[in-house]
């Protein structure tokens, strides 16, 4: 028999009892759906953080943190430390180990490493438009995230200018939608020092920023120069020397692909801890990888249920069947022949369900993605949920192929093994 | 005499064992030669369908030897004693085994399909032979729309579309009424004496097992009588028998009158027996007698 007529063949097969195909090829169309949607949607956001990457052009940043034991951080997971003043001094207020001022010193002195910056927090009070209005500062964004902004107007404010971007939803503290028409535009931010007064510093508008899925971009952002002369505001106004400690510290990279590796090798030397931009959003795309993947484990569970199904129907099919079986063995099939029409039987219904199954899951994906990224996810610059990846379906085809022939195995073994003469009697 | 075709020697298939054991054959020696047509007959139980069975190569004896054109079938793989079948064997049975959801002619190109020919010569060889059997114009119906000769005929196709050497037939006419059974009978004797197809029927029929050239009684696993030549039954009792479309008849049952199949464009064939034969009309086939019947045997045996 010729591998066409045994796929013909097989494909007849399963058009007889039609309601029972119907059925079997739904369960595997419900994983092979489910599949394609995890997977998508993991490929999707992927995508979104690969273009946030990608949009970051040439990234010469690295943070620099203490490199101490993380596990020794942890509270009570480990026994009485004796006093050490110095240390002491060092640990902030989450206990974590934090960035003296000396250490920034020393990181300044690794080769290859310039701009060395402590990354402060800073709690301005208000932003007053040339205007007089005063609007709440909640919260602002690090000069650092500066490498992740996405601009929908203007430029990224510049390292040492008393500059600042604000997001898209600020600007109707003017009264329009056109971005380009904010820039330039001075505003005054307000903060309180130490002795609870409130300090001013003038700064000029110079982009406005989209919010991404991290949360850049949604706040203003200072420019570094902006955001230490608030940061000095913010802790003068009192006699007494403060003792300065910082999370992290941001510094450029002179050629980054080169020196990535010394430079790490040299910090790590001097008890630091360096993460690129790309590292640290290869934690995020480990964790989306992760999900996806125990989304995906769902899906290969409703396949296996499914693979079930493809067992019985073929049972039933071989137990009906078997008359005809045993004539076509009689007629000279061979056992294998047997097995591979029957095996075949089980890869088309997975071909079926495949097939219907994927093409459902890519139409609502895409559709889903659309409807949601046009419609409530809107402020979300260049957010992708969900991404056709050709190689995935390619492999989500295959893998349900594979599952469908191995549950097609049993019954068409079976199948193989029918005696012509049992089959053919007719008592 | 023509070379053996199958041959066995102290053929025995035992069934079961300890208590339930059961000596379905007791050591059968024989052969069948090319172009004869041997009745195997016997009660039930008396091993007939067995021995059928051991020698279309469907089952492997217990022990003893059977062999195909000299050569013991033991010594071949199994799936070249499927080839085998496939290639040298035809099989028509008492239930019909066609496949319902498939149309008459997708039924008898099976054994082409297995064989691995191609569709369209699959298609071609498939009209060729439901035409020599009046049923061209049945090719395109489901089988289940079929009458119950009908249904024989089209699994007599399905025997015939590999062109066998041996055409195995287990009670052919048990599922049918006389009339149609008869018509089935000229059919198979037909063939038999028109292209030298060997012939093994198992039956349990005295009047179709008269029609064979040898008969092999059977009973309790043993062969108990092996008559031959003698064709026992009246040949009057077919007399004019036609199919049921009437117009055409293939191989009509009496013994010399072979080549009234003068219409049929499948069977354009000289009639076997030579121009003394000739377009006799049916009632002529009266004549039929024993020596007649060793004459088509021999002329099985030329064509072969």
């Known amino acids: 028999m010729r591998a066409v007529d045994i796929a013909g063949t097989a494909l007849g097969n399963t058009m007889r009892s039609k309601t029972r195909t119907f059925l079997t090829v739904i369960a595997i169309v419900i994983g092979a759906f489910t599949l394609t949607l995890t997977s998508g949607l993991g ?28 596990t020794a951080q942890m509270p009570g997971s480990s026994g009485p430390v004796a006093y050490d003043p110095a240390e002491a001094q060092a640990t902030g207020e989450f206990g974590m180990t934090m960035l003296t001022d000396e250490d920034i010193e020393t990181i300044a002195q690794v080769e290859h490493l310039s701009n060395v910056e402590p990354v402060v927090f800073v709690a301005a009070e208000y932003l007053e438009t040339a205007d007089g209005d005063q609007f709440t500062l909640q919260s602002m964004d690090l000069p650092a ?38 820039l330039g535009e001075t505003v005054t931010l307000g903060i309180k020092d130490l002795a609870q007064q409130v300090q001013t510093v003038d700064a000029e508008i110079v982009g406005v920023s989209q919010a991404a899925i991290s949360g850049v971009g949604a706040s203003p952002m200072p420019s570094s120069a902006l955001n230490e002369e608030l940061y000095g505001l913010q802790t003068s106004g009192l006699e007494v020397e403060q003792p300065q400690a910082y999370v992290q510290a941001v510094a450029d990279v002179e050629d980054m692909a080169a020196n990535e590796q010394s430079v790490k090798a040299a910090l790590s030397e001097e008890g630091f801890m360096a993460m690129t931009v790309e590292d640290q959003l290869g934690v995020i795309t480990g964790i989306i990888d992760t999900v996806t993947w125990v989304l995906n484990g769902f899906a290969l569970i409703a396949l296996l249920a499914a693979s079930f199904g493809i067992v019985n129907t073929l049972l039933m099919s071989v137990q009906e069947r078997t008359r005809e079986i045993g004539l076509m063995k009689a007629l000279g099939m061979s056992g294998g022949k047997v ?12 071909i079926m369900g495949s097939v219907i199954g994927v093409g459902l899951g890519v139409v609502v994906g895409l559709t889903g993605n659309a409807a949601l990224v046009s419609g409530p996810l809107s402020g979300v610059a260049g957010l992708s949920l969900f991404a056709v990846d050709p190689m995935a379906i390619v492999l989500i085809v295959l893998l349900i192929l594979v599952i469908a022939f191995l549950a097609g195995t049993m019954p068409a073994a079976r199948a193989a093994k029918k005696d012509p003469i049992e089959a053919l009697r007719y008592e | 005499m023509s070379a053996a075709v199958l041959e066995t020697e102290n053929l025995v298939k035992v069934y079961g064992r300890g208590e339930s054991r059961f000596d379905a054959l007791k050591g059968l020696t024989f052969e069948i030669r090319q172009g004869e047509s041997v009745a195997i007959v016997g009660k039930s139980g008396s091993g007939k369908s ?38 040298t064997f035809g099989f028509v049975f008492q239930q019909f085994f066609l496949n319902a959801s498939q149309t008459v002619l997708e039924n008898v190109i099976l054994p082409l399909k297995i064989a691995g020919v191609g569709t369209a010569e699959r298609k071609r060889r498939g009209m060729e032979v439901l035409e020599q059997l009046d049923m061209a114009d049945k090719a395109g119906n ?92 009246s040949a009057g009792a077919s007399v004019g028998q036609t199919s049921r479309e009437g117009s055409r008849r293939v191989g009509g049952h009496g013994k010399h009158a072979a080549p009234v199949v003068v219409d049929g464009p499948g069977l354009d064939e000289p009639g ?27 002329t099985g045996e030329e064509r072969a």
Not at chain 1, 44 to 63: A, L, R
Not at chain 1, 148 to 158: F, N, R
Not at chain 2, 166 to 190: K, R, S, Y
Request: aromatic share 4%; charged share 20%; with cysteine.
């Open chain 2, 272 to 298: 076997p027996d030579g121009p003394e034969a000739g377009p006799t009309a049916p009632g002529a086939a009266t004549a039929g007698a024993a020596g007649q019947v060793e004459n088509a045997g021999t």
């Open chain 2, 50 to 87: 067995t021995l059928m069975h051991l020698l279309a190569l469907l089952d492997e004896p217990t022990a003893g030897v059977v062999a195909m054109n000299g050569r013991p079938v033991s010594q071949l793989k199994p799936a070249q004693v499927s080839e085998l079948r496939n290639d």
């Open chain 1, 43 to 70: 490929a999707g956001i992927n995508k979104y953080v690969d273009t946030m990457v990608s949009g970051f052009g040439e990234i010469d940043q690295i943070s620099i943190m203490p490199g101490a034991d993380a």
């Open chain 1, 145 to 182: 995230n500066a490498a992740a902004l996405e601009l929908a107007a203007g430029v990224k404010p510049a390292r040492d200018a008393m500059e600042i971007t604000i997001p898209e939803t600020w600007l109707e503290i003017y009264g329009t939608e056109d971005p380009e028409a904010v």
């Open chain 1, 339 to 350: 097995f591979g029409l029957f095996s075949m039987e089980a890869v088309m219904l997975g």
């Open chain 2, 142 to 233: 489901r089988a289940t729309d079929l009458s119950g000769g009908q249904k024989q005929r089209a699994c007599i196709a399905r025997a015939l579309i590999n062109e066998p050497s041996v055409l195995f037939a287990d009670e052919p006419t048990g599922n049918l009424d006389t009339a149609t059974g008869e018509v089935v009978e000229d059919i198979l004797f037909g063939l038999h004496r028109d292209r030298g197809i060997t012939l093994v029927i198992v039956t349990h029929d005295d009047d179709l097992a008269a029609r064979c050239q040898r008969r092999l009684l059977m009973q309790d696993g043993m062969i108990v009588a092996d008559e031959s030549g003698e064709a026992v039954r």
